[in-house]
C-alpha cells in the first residue's frame, strides 16, 4: 500500500513535470512568432532599433519583395598586427534594426550571408570588398550594396552638423598628432542605419529613378561634388547638366524631376526663359537659389520675367536681423529666420535643429494672379533691416520691416490646385555644405521628396550611439552587497530548511 501511494505520488508528479514542459514548449514556439519590437523592445537612448515614421511611409509604399543580406561570418578574422588576428564582432544594432524593418514590412526579408562559407554569392551584385556587417538589397528591380563602414559616421566636437568617415576621423587625428597640437579631439558616433537601409529600400522598390537637372550655361555653380549633391543621390535620383541652347529644340527634357538653378550671373535667352515657364506652367519645378552680389533684376531681366511670372521679385541689398534672438551672434546678416510653416517650411517648424539663412537678398510678392499661390516659407522679424555701410555703423537709425527671404510659389490650376512650383530661395548659402545636417537640409530633403514624388524624404540623420553606464554610489554600493552577499543566500538557506524539516516532520 505505501509503495502504491509512492508510485501514485511519482506517476503526478511525472505528469505535472510533462504538462509544465509542454506548456513551456508551447510558450516558445508562440513567442518566436511575435514581432521583434515585442521580444526585444528598443531600449537604446537614441531609439537607434526604431523604424522611423518617415521610414514607415517607405516601407508603406513598397510594391515588390525585397531581400536584405546581411554580410557576417563568426570565422572572418583580420591581422591586427604580425603577432596576432581579431575578428569583427555581430553589430546588434544593425541586427535589431533589420528584425525591426521585416516587422514592418511583409515584403521585407532578411537573411544572413556568410561570405566564408559562400565566397560566390557577393560576386553576383559587386566587385568591391564588402566589410563585415555590409549589406545587400535585392529586389527584381536592382540591387544595392551598403557597405558597413557606411553605417557610422563621427560628428567631431567643435564641427557640429558634419559628420565624418571613421577613416576621415582617423586621418585628421593622425594629422593633429603630427603637425597640430598633439593634443587630439573628441567625437561622437553616430548610427546611420535607418538612413542608409531606408534610401537602399526606396532605390530598389523605385520603377523609375527620378532626375534632377542642373541649368547651366548663365554662371551657374554645380553642388553635385558637395554635401547636398550627395544628398540628391541618397534620395535616390540622378544629377544631370542642363544646357537648354544646346539642344535643337530649347525645352526641358520629359524626365525632369526638377531643375536647380544655383546662382546665375548671366541672365536667360527669351527662349530659355519660355521654356523654364512652360515648363512650370505644364508641373514642372524650379529650385532657384540667387545671389544678391551677381542676381541683379535690371541686369537679367528674363530671370526677373521668370520670378514675376510666379508673382514674385527681388529686393535689391543684404538683409539683415537686428532681433538678437534671430541672428548669429554679432552677425545679423546670418540670420535663423521667422519659420512660417507654409509648403515645404512645414518640417522645418516641427524640427528640433537650427536653419540659417546668410547674407541673403530680399524677396516680395508681386501682381495679383488667381492662378499663383505664393506663400513665405522664410521671413525675418519685423526688426529686419537692409545692411548698408550707415546701418552696419548704427543699425538702430535703420529702417525695420519684414523681408521675405524664401517663398514656394505655385501655378494654381482651373480647380485652384497646385502644380508646377518655384522654390526661390534669396541665398545660395541655404544649402552650404555645413547645413547639411541643420534643418536646411530637412527643407531640402522635403522639396526632393516633392518634386521627385516620393511618400517622404529618404535622408534621415543619424542617431549617436550614447554608452551609457549604471552610475551606483558607494552607500548604495555597499548595501547590494550586502542582500546579494548575505540576505539573498540566507532566504535561500532558510526556505530550504524549512522544506526539509516539514518533509521529516511527516
Not at 174 to 180: A, E, I, K, L, N
Request: proline share 4%; aromatic share 12%.
Amino acid at each position: 500500500m505505501k509503495n502504491k501511494k509512492k508510485f501514485m505520488i511519482g506517476a503526478y508528479s511525472v505528469g505535472l513535470t510533462a504538462i509544465a514542459v509542454a506548456i513551456v514548449i508551447a510558450l516558445n514556439l508562440f513567442v518566436a512568432q511575435l514581432p521583434a519590437g515585442v521580444i526585444r523592445p528598443d531600449i537604446t537612448p537614441e531609439k537607434l532599433a526604431t523604424v522611423g515614421a518617415d521610414s514607415k511611409k517607405i516601407l508603406d509604399s513598397v510594391d515588390t519583395d525585397i531581400t536584405i543580406y546581411r554580410v557576417f561570418s563568426e570565422s572572418y578574422t583580420y591581422q591586427a598586427s604580425q603577432d596576432s588576428e581579431r575578428t569583427i564582432p555581430l553589430d546588434t544594432n544593425l541586427k535589431n534594426l533589420l528584425d525591426k524593418y521585416a516587422d514592418a514590412s511583409s515584403r521585407i526579408t532578411v537573411k544572413e550571408i556568410d561570405p566564408v562559407e559562400n565566397p560566390q554569392f557577393l560576386k553576383k551584385y559587386t566587385d568591391a570588398n564588402l566589410n563585415q556587417n555590409s549589406l545587400v538589397v535585392v529586389s527584381e528591380k536592382r540591387s544595392v550594396c551598403i557597405d558597413g563602414s557606411a553605417l557610422y559616421m563621427y560628428e567631431i566636437d567643435g564641427y557640429d552638423g558634419q559628420f565624418y568617415t571613421y577613416e576621415d576621423y582617423y586621418n585628421m587625428l593622425m594629422y593633429d598628432y603630427y603637425y597640430g597640437s598633439g593634443q587630439g579631439f573628441t567625437a561622437t558616433e553616430y548610427f546611420f542605419g535607418e538612413n542608409e537601409i531606408t534610401g537602399a529600400i526606396d532605390y530598389v522598390n523605385s520603377d523609375n529613378i527620378p532626375v534632377v537637372y542642373e541649368l547651366s550655361g548663365h554662371g551657374e555653380v554645380s553642388i553635385a561634388n558637395g554635401a547636398f549633391g550627395q544628398m540628391i543621390v541618397e534620395e535616390n535620383a540622378e544629377i544631370k547638366t542642363l544646357e537648354l541652347l544646346s539642344e535643337k529644340t530649347v525645352a526641358v527634357p520629359d524626365d525632369a524631376s526638377a531643375i536647380l538653378v544655383y546662382a546665375p550671373s548671366a541672365d536667360l535667352t527669351a527662349e530659355e526663359r519660355d521654356a523654364l515657364i512652360s515648363y512650370l506652367d505644364g508641373g514642372g519645378s524650379i529650385i532657384l537659389l540667387s545671389y544678391h552680389k551677381s542676381y541683379n533684376p535690371e541686369a537679367m531681366p528674363n530671370f526677373a520675367s521668370l520670378t514675376a511670372h510666379m508673382g514674385l521679385e527681388m529686393v535689391p541689398g543684404i538683409v539683415a536681423e537686428s532681433d538678437s534672438d534671430h541672428h548669429y551672434t554679432d552677425a545679423p546678416v546670418s540670420i535663423r529666420p521667422v519659420i512660417s510653416g507654409n509648403g515645404v517650411s512645414k518640417v522645418a517648424s516641427q524640427s528640433s535643429l537650427y536653419l540659417w539663412i546668410d547674407e541673403a537678398h530680399g524677396i516680395k510678392p508681386v501682381g495679383d494672379s488667381d492662378k499663383i499661390s505664393a506663400v513665405p516659407l522664410f521671413t525675418t522679424t519685423e526688426k529686419g533691416y537692409l545692411y548698408t555701410d550707415e546701418s552696419a555703423k548704427n543699425p538702430e537709425s535703420a529702417e525695420k520691416s519684414t523681408y521675405g527671404l524664401a517663398y514656394q510659389s505655385s501655378v494654381l490650376d482651373d480647380e485652384g490646385k497646385a502644380g508646377g512650383t518655384l522654390y526661390w530661395f534669396a541665398t545660395p548659402y541655404f544649402i552650404y555644405d555645413g547645413y547639411r545636417y541643420y534643418a536646411n537640409g530637412e527643407v531640402f530633403g522635403e522639396i526632393l521628396a516633392s518634386t521627385c514624388e516620393k511618400v517622404a524624404s529618404v535622408s534621415i540623420i543619424g542617431k549617436p550611439v550614447v554608452q551609457t553606464s549604471l552610475q551606483i554610489t558607494q552607500q548604495s554600493s555597499t548595501i547590494w552587497e550586502v542582500v546579494i552577499i548575505g540576505v539573498v543566500p540566507a532566504i535561500v538557506l532558510i526556505a530550504g530548511f524549512a522544506v526539509w524539516y516539514g518533509r521529516r516532520k511527516r
